[in-house]
């Protein structure tokens, strides 16, 4: 894989990459932690207003493609519900944690990805975009980012399956903590001053992921 972060310079670039992330998908992320406020994905069962949340996010974010749909909120649901028991095992864990991932972690992630994989689409497996979208729900963007088409163009290399999801995090993670290192800072304090507060994986998304369609959308709301 190429460096993933090499046109990120300063601080200030940074900025203006989490500034730039689409105006849209910050209302998402806003809706989202609101909804779920209380709900850290580790027991069940979830309850029914996340459950729609859900649904309602990942469809926004053609989780299953454009022509292929979620699963009813029934199945939906249980599908939370499974991934919870996975989710208590990848515990507190965050993008900075693949650098050096444990077994224990990277067979959590396993199980997390086979849970996701089978049960978000209607009529087929859910892709690596699906499902990393997902993780990135459920874990309030701790591990991220989410594999869509502009994050993988970042890429030299695909991410096609967990392995490779696994890979890409430790590669992003590997790469985050030579900038924060260098420029003494970290990506949430960049977030922060950015006026979009997130966890790690959910900020590289914002750095990594679609862009406004011009400067003028450009909010910190």
Not at 34 to 46: K, L, M, R, T
Request: aromatic share 8%; glycine share 6%; proline share 3%.
């Amino acid at each position: 894989m190429k460096e993933t972060l090499r046109v990120l310079t300063t601080p200030d670039q940074v900025l203006e990459q989490i500034k730039g992330f689409r105006r849209a998908y910050v209302y998402h992320w806003r809706d989202w932690l609101s909804v779920s406020e209380g709900c850290d994905f580790q027991a069940a069962p979830i309850c029914t207003e996340v459950v729609a949340e859900f649904k309602e996010i990942m469809s926004k974010w053609w989780a299953c493609g454009r022509y292929q749909s979620l699963r009813c909120d029934a199945e939906l649901r249980s599908t939370l519900n499974a991934a919870t028991e996975p989710l208590r095992r990848v515990g507190s864990a965050d993008l900075r944690s693949f650098q050096t991932p444990s077994d224990a972690l990277i067979g959590a992630i396993n199980d997390l990805w086979r849970i996701f994989e089978e049960g978000l689409c209607l009529k087929h497996r859910a892709s690596e975009v699906g499902v990393s979208k997902a993780i990135l729900l459920v874990t309030k963007g701790r591990i991220g980012p989410a594999f869509d088409s502009k994050v993988q163009s970042h890429l030299d290399g695909f991410v096609v399956g967990c392995t490779t999801y696994v890979k890409a995090l430790g590669k992003i993670a590997c790469e985050l903590a030579y900038f924060e290192t260098r420029e003494r800072t970290t990506l949430e304090s960049l977030a922060e001053q950015a006026g979009r507060p997130a966890a790690v994986g959910r900020a590289i998304d914002m750095v990594l992921g679609p862009r406004n369609a011009n400067r003028r959308e450009i909010s910190t709301r």
